[in-house]
T-cell receptor, first 115, second 109 residues
Framework: ETGVTQTPRHLVMGMTNKKSLKCEQHLGHNAMYWYKQSAKKPLELMFVYSLEERVENNSVPSRFSPECPNSSHLFLHLHTLQPEDSALYLC??????????????FGPGTRLTVT | GQNIDQPTEMTATEGAIVQINCTYQTSGFNGLFWYQQHAGEAPTFLSYNVLDGLEEKGRFSSFLSRSKGYSYLLLKELQMKDSASYLCAVRDTNYQLIWGAGTKLIIKP
């Protein structure tokens, strides 16, 4: 148990659907992340929230919309996705303090299939 | 650009030793991480190096040479449960992690 939970674990959606992914961390961390993991590719950082403010969005398409209502919860709202968006979406959290070595703790991920 | 290279796949025998290499070119350096990821599961933290040298943690050790942009993860006394992907990640100037594609390690009896 890593202290980071994600729901749902699996999601199949059509290109016209709207859905949301949820992440919750129980570790008291102050930063949360969304990553996309496709087969045989490096983890792609999508969004970073530090102290509930978005720090980085890395040119992610607007069909992905993050929301961080508080330091423990993170959402990824999805709409009009494309088949190439099918991937594993991972949420992570960390405690960011200056130049510390604080590692990121990952949730189990949501396996998304866009049909 | 930023780039992290590691072998795609390696095979080793149970009880043996294996070394997984990682080379990087990034905009700044604020530490290097190794993570383990079993199929269908979340990555889990293994080690962190920010200074040159070897960090040992049980059966796992990680080495860093900043001047060469090089790190390796050494796994000793391999067990079947060590079959997994091993991810190398570098923390850049903005303190964000840049990830390699991972090395799939296959352990054979």
């Amino acid at each position: 148990e890593t202290g980071v939970t994600q729901t749902p674990r699996h999601l199949v959606m059509g290109m016209t659907n709207k859905k949301s992914l949820k992440c919750e961390q129980h570790l008291g961390h102050n930063a949360m992340y969304w990553y996309k993991q496709s087969a045989k590719k490096p983890l792609e950082l999508m969004f970073v929230y530090s102290l509930e403010e978005r720090v980085e969005n890395n040119s992610v398409p607007s069909r992905f919309s993050p929301e961080c209502p508080n330091s423990s919860h993170l959402f990824l709202h999805l709409h009009t996705l494309q088949p190439e968006d099918s991937a594993l979406y991972l949420c992570a959290s960390s405690q960011e303090e200056g130049s510390g070595s604080y590692e990121q703790y990952f949730g189990p991920g949501t396996r998304l299939t866009v049909t | 650009g930023q780039n992290i290279d590691q072998p795609t796949e390696m095979t080793a025998t149970e009880g043996a030793i294996v070394q997984i290499n990682c080379t990087y070119q990034t905009s700044g350096f604020n530490g290097l991480f190794w993570y383990q990821q079993h199929a269908g599961e979340a990555p889990t933290f293994l080690s962190y190096n920010v200074l040159d040298g070897l960090e040992e943690k049980g059966r796992f050790s990680s080495f860093l040479s900043r001047s060469k942009g090089y790190s390796y993860l050494l796994l000793k006394e391999l067990q079947m449960k060590d079959s997994a992907s091993y991810l190398c990640a570098v923390r850049d100037t903005n303190y964000q992690l840049i990830w390699g594609a991972g090395t799939k390690l296959i352990i054979k009896p």
